[in-house]
């Protein structure tokens, strides 16, 4: 009886130590489960992180994306405010220079009309001169040269006074033109004198500007008052402005755009 309590207590003995082992080794596994899955979730916290900051990042460009369009939509319909306004000043002096080519025309006609009368007169002129065989020309033939070189006197006035008319039509075609450029041609107000009331204009002279050319002054679509200029630089041009033009409550500040006004004569 003794010997099989000892074989009992011998296999009880192996069967708790088999067990402790198994114990042991399900507890080792276990922890090294728990470490591996204790690093991924490390990694799929920093992986979430990650994706979390492109998402944060991607959520301000695309509000930066939307605060450009706005700035380019806004840029867009000032554009196409000048457009509208520069296509308007481009077809009146385009009438005003059909008017003003039509009266040349009208004028250079007159001329030939002129000069073909003279022509005629100087012929008369001539023919009467020859016809000297009376010793005495009548007093008809007197009174009529007379007449004749009156009339060529005053025809060569005429055709003097159409000449100066059509150096100044030509005059006023070319200034036409120049003007009808500079209705291309915008700037910006670049510094502003409130004390001594003028401007500083970012135009001069290389882009045909002249002294007393009067601008108009808009911020974007506003329009805030009119300048004239008075001393003009080769790239800069000094500006006075005119008080009168002024909207209410506004005034002229740096940065302003400024478009040539045509004068309407």
């Known amino acids: ?11 009880l003995a192996a069967a708790s130590a088999g067990v402790g082992f198994l ?15 204790q690093q991924e979730t490390v990694t799929v916290k920093a992986n979430l992180d990650g994706e979390v900051k492109k998402y944060v990042e991607a959520d301000k460009a695309i509000i930066e994306l939307k605060a450009q369009k706005q700035t380019l939509d806004s840029d867009l319909a ?13 077809t009146e002096a385009q009438s005003k220079l059909t008017e003003a080519q039509a009266a040349l025309a ?27 065989q009376a010793p005495v020309p009548s007093e008809e033939d ?5 007449e004749l070189e009156t009339l060529n006197a005053k025809l060569d006035e005429d055709n003097k006074n159409l000449e100066v008319k059509l150096v100044s039509l030509q005059k006023a075609s070319r200034e036409k033109e120049t003007k009808q450029g500079l209705t291309r041609v915008t700037g910006r107000v670049l510094a502003v004198n409130q004390a001594w009331n003028f401007v500083v204009l970012s135009l001069g002279n290389k882009s045909g500007i002249e002294s007393n050319m009067e601008f108009l002054v808009k911020r974007g679509s506003t329009l805030i008052g009119k300048v004239r200029t008075t001393t003009v630089e080769p790239a800069t041009s000094i500006a006075d402005i005119i008080p009168a033009s002024l909207a209410r409550g506004l005034s002229i500040q740096p940065g302003d755009d400024i478009i040539y006004q045509i004068s309407q004569n």
């Open 78 to 90: 000032k554009q196409k405010g000048d457009l509208s306004a520069k296509t308007t000043q481009l």
């Open 23 to 37: 114990n042991r080794s399900n507890l080792l596994k276990t922890k090294e489960d728990l470490a591996a899955s």
């Open 142 to 146: 007197k009174a009529r040269i007379t």
């Open 106 to 132: 009208l004028a250079e006609t007159d001329k030939l009309s002129k000069a073909e009368k003279i022509t005629q007169l100087e012929a008369q002129v001539a023919a009467a001169a020859t016809i000297q």
């Open 1 to 11: 009886m003794g010997k099989i309590l000892i074989i009992v207590s011998i296999v």
